[in-house]
């Protein structure tokens, strides 16, 4: 805002809601870390102020605004008699008349219409008086009026027009009410006009605000004079019509690209169109000849008749030679039979199957024109429409469901066809002919002439004059693959045929040459209507026949003396090519050789290159006459037949760079980037053609401006069939002036073809309209395009006719894309060669880039009928990853230029200012805290005892024969269990081999190598006992000893281990020949085997000193691949202990179910203290077992009735993947988990929503409550800081915008909302835990919308880290760390390693207050700094993984500054290179990021820790080291 009109005083801001006034504390403070742009943010001001601006300034924001120094509009003198005025009354804003520039009532447009106000308000003052009189001489109308007011602009000149309203003599005049505004002119109800005068409709609305009043739309008759010829009825109807029917899309959805997109800006150097505007160019007209038949059927008839004997058309077979002719007798008298029977002898006589009008499907192939001829004049005949399509080939052909729908739209029941034809259709088992996807039920008719009855003496088919009644449908495939049938009327196709006739100067007898397509376009309006009209002799000669031998047709011109060819550049190209085989054929008797795709960059240098060959054959240079068509506007142009001698015409060479701005220059400077195009000719015999914008009003361009050519004239298309909106928009255009003005009454049919008229009045096409690349504002044509790319010397590496170019959507921009087939025998250094060189072309002719280049093996993509490319389908292939390509190219890098800017550091804000800002916009800081330990009594005699050693010797005393702990194995049976006193047995009798064998002193460590069991946690205890620290280690793999085998040998090594204690299996593993490979085995500290236990027992069992000494050692491979071991006290065990004891209601009459592995963290906690401590059962299920029966946990959580169970991520994923379509089996087995309170999966990572999502949906028809599901959040430096307990409210979910996270900060958005992220809360705090949210950089505590390293404080931390070399500082900075401000307390934290946040809930936690959630966003090691910003690595492969089917699992790292993205495919190998442009297209899409390699693995690559985290810098290593063995490998460029 420029000048901030808007800008409310201190004061005013004092008065606005709290809430409004912390929105507007954090945009300022996102403005000043330039995480939003200055557009975005006065933009969310505005909207944020908008509802409150009136209370503020009293009046009307937008007048005030934009007359600052005029008086307020109250002032406008209101004494002209009430009779002309219409005041505004009351009512509340009706949201419907949002302005259609903004999404809030004030808005950056409102600049824009500043500017053009004041233009817009002098020019009015000018010529207010001319304006007012033309007005007032009663125009009910307002063009006048709107040619001087540009839209928006109603609103500001009210005040000045006033003036000048008021002193005009208007009260001698009786006018008509004004019928065409519904609202006055501005929102303020005080200024007032007269009545018939009239302002222009639209955008009257535009500055209401939420406080203006609105009358409802139906009290305009207040108003209306009493003499008025216009009753309140027509005006009410008017009004309703008006109306807007729905509100737009905008009011639901606000898109903020404009904050998030860079705008590229305008070339200042563009080019822009100078001439005059271009006047419509009229045809010559249609001659007047006498004999003219009054129907195409009428010209059968008498030919049929008279010339019985003359040849009508020849068919050839696959050789090339002729083998029917059809003369004009046999055509008629079959026609005439094929109409007979088609009304009177399907069905029965008071049901005929077929009425006149309705539509009949014409399936025959190319290479018989004879059967399709006689078709389609029997349909003629008969009166009913034929529609020709394709003979399917498949159940699934390419574009075939859209042809159904074509049918279907039609109404076809009936398909005609030939008995050869028939019998070649697909059929199933039993004989029929398949349904084809997306066909109607067609009902098939063989047309061959035994089937036919002859017709009665007296019976004559009914042939009236031709007039509006369609003659045909022929079919149209549109840019986006859908199939639309062009209707054309008897008398379009009669004109159309004169016109060509004309054009041509057809005379009879002549032979035409005719190697198009008979179905459709110029093969069909020559080689059929034209030729029986004037009784010519065409030869047809089929695609098939021209792939066995390209000169076919050129031999049959010679044979025949043909006086016209029909052909394609490709037939000019292919003859070329063969030429070598044929030297006497001669071509002098060619008067006409019709080049019908004229319209194509290359048909110039076709024609040249076929001329400079086939000359000294006798071919005449004016012969070559090109034309351009559209199935729409039928034949627009063509070049007539020159004069022997006269000069050629001439060509146009125009600059490519002009062309992408729709501009014509001649192109002097640089031969390569210049199109050089041949005329068409001259506009059709009794046509008109002007050139309209091919975007927007059809408003007429200027002379050296390319626009879509327009074609008026009796000889086009009257509809597309069925789809009335479309239609208007092509069949019935009134083009306009710069003015707006229409330049005439006849409607235009719109062609698809763009080009331009040049000098001498010749037609000249660039391109077409379905072929158009707009890419950021310019134009690009997809032909230009691939003939760029053909000129790139292509014939070692791919098919000359096999290029596909379209433009696919990614990032708020269309992308070219660029698809090929490839020749089996190119090598891949060719392919990337040419791939290359290509991109290089393009860039530099063109000036634009390329998003991808794939390479398809040859035949791969999918056909048109005639051979050439399908490109819809292409594109559709490309989009969902079916294209499989063999090789592919990305170059995002380049032609993304619209990403915003990378986001800058600001300054760090100091502590204090934080704090402030924080308290002024009413944040609390985040923080949050368990209950208070210390106000929880316990009347258990556990609190006696400061160790769990003790407390194992109170239990085994207390209650002997007490069942602490179950182990299950695969079959579900107890293989082992262990009472109170058996454990403290066992455990002494470890104690005594420890000090026996193992010569141990008190604070040695001892390696716990055990499978997860009963018999490690007696080994855990027996340490005790023996005052040794364990610390266990999950076993090596038998299996993969290369693998797991290091692990344990690093923890050995680190934790300077005195002894291992492990089974006979294990100890033989370690030392076996297969360990040796991996280790050094010689060098293992004792080994001891607890298999075989002597007797003895230790004299006397040790007690630590202190609480503080320590009890255990913990050692976990993080997900960064860091090894680390923490230090865990006595007082830590027992706090933590009593925590998940109080937090779960744990005593000794409950049963917990666990299947987690025992060897880390909390996992480590729940199956070897917890019970001891509290007395519980636990029922232990490792969690290997699960894989030999999937059904373990959850049957025993039924077996049980466990109400708490246990579990990780894996164990989830592996009962969601493996029982997901086993749930019937479950119930039939009994399985019941209605009994389930909690059920907890054990993690150090943002919850995997999605997986409890899917788990519990999967498993609530066997009786788990959807409330049951939660998570723990736990970190190396405190393993349980939330666990969601028995008691508390349930977890929450919240919607956070991903873009605002990317910053560090909280948005919370409603679920759906576009870039929206799910998160859970982690569980509920522990007891006697305190938790707070700090700034990882500036180590200061943070308010509740920011997300920063969630820091504890807890009698359950860890108390250091155990290293080798004791690095005292991490120690202190991980441990031991103060806020740097705003904690008087000093209190000491651990800091987690994870970014999270705290929210405030509605809910009430135990206490009665309000509860604190906490939610963990990622661990900080493994955010991506890229382009300013920090990313998680979970959101972009949440992304990725849902792109397409085949892929397995996903992960993301970065490497000098590129993203990297490893897919798993778990589909076929040439799937793979589909994923990369996929995987690209989504990252770009929802990360604005450019991803650099994208690496296809196979399933499995991607290592995953014990508690199923992905080890992602594992992989980064693998990757840099080579080690992947990828199935491909991309480099986006």
Excluded at 964 to 973: C, D, R
Excluded at 1394 to 1405: D, I, P
Aim: proline share 6%.
């Amino acid at each position: 805002m420029a000048e901030r009109g808007l800008e409310p005083s201190a004061a005013a801001v004092a008065t606005l809601p709290a809430e409004v006034r912390a929105q507007l504390a954090e945009l300022e403070l996102e403005l000043s870390e330039g995480d939003i742009t200055q557009k975005g943010y006065e933009k969310k001001r505005s909207k944020l102020l908008s509802p409150y601006i009136p209370q503020i300034q009293g009046i009307d924001s937008t007048v005030q605004k934009e007359h600052k120094n005029q008086t307020a509009p109250s002032a406008v003198p209101s004494s002209t008699p009430s009779k002309y005025h219409r005041g505004r009354s009351g009512g509340a804003r009706d949201e419907r008349y949002r302005s259609d520039t903004s999404s809030a009532s004030e808005d950056e447009g409102s600049l824009r219409r500043q500017a053009a106000l004041s233009a817009a308000l002098q020019q009015s003052l000018q010529n207010a008086e001319s304006w007012i009189n033309r007005s007032i001489q009663g125009s009910s109308t307002s063009s006048s009026a709107s040619s001087t007011l540009s839209h928006g602009e109603v609103k500001g000149t009210t005040v000045s027009l006033a003036d000048v309203f008021a002193n005009t003599r208007i009260e001698n005049f009786s006018a008509p009410p004004d019928v065409t505004t519904t609202t006055s002119s501005s929102s303020s109800s005080s200024s007032i006009r007269p009545a018939n005068i009239d302002l222009p409709p639209s955008g009257i609305v535009k500055g209401m605000h939420k406080g203006s009043n609105r009358s409802s739309l139906m009290d305009t008759a207040d108003g209306v004079p009493v003499n008025s010829r216009v009753s309140t009825k027509i005006q009410q109807l008017l009004n309703t019509l008006k109306r807007p029917k729905r509100p737009p899309l905008k009011e639901y959805f606000v898109d903020d690209s404009e904050e998030i997109v860079e705008v590229p800006q305008p070339d200042p150097n563009q080019p822009k169109p100078e001439g005059r505007q271009m006047t419509p160019v009229k045809g010559e007209p249609l001659g007047v000849i006498c004999n003219w038949p009054p129907a195409l059927e009428s010209a059968l008839q008498r030919w049929g008749t008279t010339q019985a004997k003359c040849p009508c058309l020849t068919a050839l077979d696959v050789t090339g030679k002729p083998v029917y002719t059809l003369t004009y007798g046999k055509l008629w008298s079959r026609s005439l039979k094929l109409a007979y029977t088609l009304l009177n002898k399907l069905g029965t006589k008071n049901e005929p199957v077929l009425k006149p009008g309705d539509r009949v499907a014409l399936v025959y192939p190319n290479n018989d024109p004879v059967m399709f001829t006689v078709a389609f004049y029997g349909c003629l005949l008969a009166e009913v429409i034929p529609v020709p399509i394709e003979v399917p080939l498949t159940r699934k052909d390419a574009g075939g469901q859209q042809i159904g729908f074509l049918l279907g739209s039609c109404g076809v029941t009936l398909a005609l066809t030939s008995e050869v034809c028939l019998k070649g259709l697909p059929k199933t088992q039993n004989g029929e002919i398949v349904q084809f996807k997306g066909w109607p039920r067609l009902k098939w008719v063989v047309t061959d002439s035994k089937y036919l009855s002859k017709s009665p003496k007296d019976w004559q088919p009914h042939i009236s004059p031709a007039g509006i009644e369609p003659a045909y449908i022929e079919y149209k495939t549109s840019k986006e693959g859908s199939v639309m049938g062009v209707t054309v009327s008897r008398i379009a196709m009669l004109s159309h045929c004169q016109a060509l006739s004309q054009a041509c100067n057809y005379s009879e007898g002549e032979t035409i040459v005719n190697v198009l397509d008979i179905k459709k376009d110029a093969g069909l309006w020559h080689g059929i209507f034209a030729n029986v009209m004037n009784k010519m002799h065409t030869i047809s000669v089929p695609y098939s026949v021209m792939k066995t031998c390209p000169l076919s047709w050129v031999q049959r011109v010679h044979t025949h003396k043909a006086k016209v060819a029909l052909v394609k550049c490709r037939d000019l190209h292919w003859a070329m090519m063969a030429h070598r085989d044929q030297r006497d054929v001669s071509l002098s008797s060619l008067r006409m050789l019709i080049v019908t795709d004229g319209a194509n960059p290359w048909s110039v240098s076709s024609c040249d290159a076929f001329l400079s060959l086939f000359q000294s054959h006798g071919l005449k240079p004016e012969a070559i006459c090109p034309c351009a068509t559209s199935p729409e506007a039928m034949t627009v142009a063509i070049r007539r037949p020159g004069v022997p001698g006269a000069p050629l015409p001439g060509r146009a060479i125009l600059s490519m760079n002009g062309l992408s701005y729709g501009v014509i220059r001649v192109n002097t400077e640089d031969k390569n980037s210049a199109l050089t195009v041949q005329d068409v000719g001259h506009v059709m015999p009794g046509g008109i053609m002007c050139i309209i914008k091919p975007d927007g009003p059809p408003h007429l361009c200027k002379t050296d401006e390319i626009g879509e050519i327009c074609v008026s004239s009796r000889t086009g298309g009257m509809m597309y069939y069925g789809l009335a909106g479309v239609t208007k928009n092509t069949f019935e255009v009134i083009p306009t002036n710069v003015a707006g003005s229409p330049i005439g009454e006849v409607p235009f049919v719109r062609s698809g073809l763009l080009g331009f008229v040049g000098p001498g009045s010749l037609v000249f096409v660039v391109g077409k309209m379905d072929g158009l690349q707009i890419v950021s504002g310019r134009r690009h044509n997809a032909d230009d395009i691939v003939a760029t790319g053909l000129a790139v010397e292509s014939i070692k590496t791919v098919y000359r006719g096999r290029i596909a170019v379209f433009s696919v959507p990614v990032f708020y921009d269309e992308r070219i894309v660029v698809v090929a087939e490839q020749r089996p025998d190119a090598s891949e250094e060719d392919s990337f060669q040419w791939m290359s060189r290509v991109l290089q072309a393009i860039d530099s002719i063109h000036q634009v880039g390329v998003y991808c280049l794939a390479l398809v093996p040859a035949n791969t993509l999918p056909k048109t009928p005639l051979g050439g490319i399908h490109i819809s389908q292409t594109k559709q292939h490309f989009l969902e990853g079916s294209l499989h390509p063999c090789n592919i190219l990305m170059c995002p890098h380049t032609c993304v230029t619209n990403l915003p800017k990378p986001r800058q550091k600001q300054p760090v804000v100091g502590p204090a200012s934080v704090m402030v800002g924080n308290l002024v916009a009413g944040k609390r800081i985040a923080q949050a805290s368990g209950r208070d330990l210390g106000q929880i009594e316990e009347n258990d005699l556990v609190r006696k005892h400061q160790f769990l050693a003790e407390v194992l010797q109170w239990r085994a005393q207390a209650t002997p024969d007490h069942i602490l702990f179950l182990l299950l194995n695969a079959k579900g049976t107890t293989v082992c269990t262990a009472s109170c006193l058996q454990l403290h047995k066992r455990a002494e009798k470890i104690a005594g081999i420890l000090y026996d064998k193992g010569h141990l002193n008190a604070g040695d460590n001892v390696v716990l190598l055990y499978p997860p069991g009963i018999e490690l946690i007696a080994a855990f205890y027996g340490c005790l006992y023996a005052g040794c620290i364990p610390v266990t280690v999950r076993p090596p793999h038998a299996q993969n000893l290369t693998a797991t085998l290091p692990t344990v040998r690093m923890i050995v090594d680190v934790s300077k281990a005195a002894c291992i204690l492990t089974t006979q299996t294990l100890m033989r593993l370690l030392k076996s020949r297969e360990a040796a490979a991996a280790v050094d085995v010689k060098t293992w500290p004792t080994i001891i085997d607890t298999d075989d236990l002597p007797r003895k027992r230790l004299p006397q069992l040790y007690k630590p000193p202190t609480p503080e000494m320590l009890a255990y050692l913990d050692f976990s491979v993080s997900t960064t691949g860091m090894l680390t071991g923490v230090k865990m006290s006595h007082s830590a065990v027992n706090a933590l202990c009593r925590a998940i004891k109080l937090q779960c209601e744990l005593y000794s009459s409950r049963q917990i179910a666990i299947c987690l592995d025992p060897y880390c963290g909390l996992g480590f906690a729940l199956w070897c203290l917890c019970s001891v401590y509290s007395g519980h059962q636990s029922i232990l299920i490792p969690p290997m077992e699960l894989e030999n029966n999937l059904f373990l946990w959850l049957s025993t959580v039924n077996q049980y009735k466990i109400r708490d169970t246990f579990c990780s991520y894996s164990v989830m994923e592996l009962c969601t993947k493996g029982l997901g379509n086993q749930v019937e089996v479950l119930k039939a087995r009994g399985i019941n988990l209605s009994c389930v309170r909690t059920c907890v999966v054990v993690a150090e990572e943002r919850p995997r929503v999605t997986l409890q999502h899917s788990f519990s949906k999967l498993f609530k028809d066997i009786g788990l409550s959807p409330r049951a599901v939660s998570t723990t959040f736990g970190s190396r430096v405190n393993v349980a800081i939330c666990l969601q307990g028995t008691s508390g409210p349930d977890p929450t979910t919240v919607y956070v915008d991903l873009k605002s996270l990317r910053h560090d900060r909280v948005r919370l958005v409603e679920r759906g909302a576009p870039q929206s992220l799910l998160l859970s809360e982690s569980g509920k705090i522990l007891p006697g835990v305190k938790v707070v949210i700090v700034n990882p950089e500036t180590k200061g505590p943070v308010g509740d919308s920011h997300l920063g390293e969630v820091w504890v404080n807890s009698p359950h931390t860890a108390s250091g880290y155990y290293t080798i070399y004791d690095n005292e500082t991490l120690q202190a900075d991980h441990f031991n760390t103060r806020l740097s401000f705003g904690d008087a307390a000093q209190t000491l934290w651990a800091r987690t390693g994870y970014l999270g946040f705290v929210r405030r809930t509605e809910l009430t936690a135990a206490t009665g207050e309000r509860h604190d959630a906490l939610y963990v966003v990622g661990a900080l090691d493994e955010t991506l700094e890229l382009r300013g910003l920090r990313y998680h690595p979970t959101d972009i492969e949440t992304s990725v993984s849902r792109t397409h089917r085949s892929i397995a699992e996903c992960a993301v790292f970065t490497w000098t500054n590129l993203l990297v993205v490893v897919v798993e495919l778990c589909g076929c190998e040439q799937e793979a290179l589909d994923l990369v442009p996929l995987v690209t297209n989504v990252v770009l899409e929802e990360h604005y990021l450019i991803v650099g390699v994208v690496v296809v693995v196979d399933p499995g690559v991607i290592p995953i820790n014990s508690r199923g985290e992905k080890q992602r810098m594992h992989l980064r290593d693998s990757f840099l080291a080579d080690q992947l063995d990828p199935i491909y490998v991309a480099y986006n460029m």
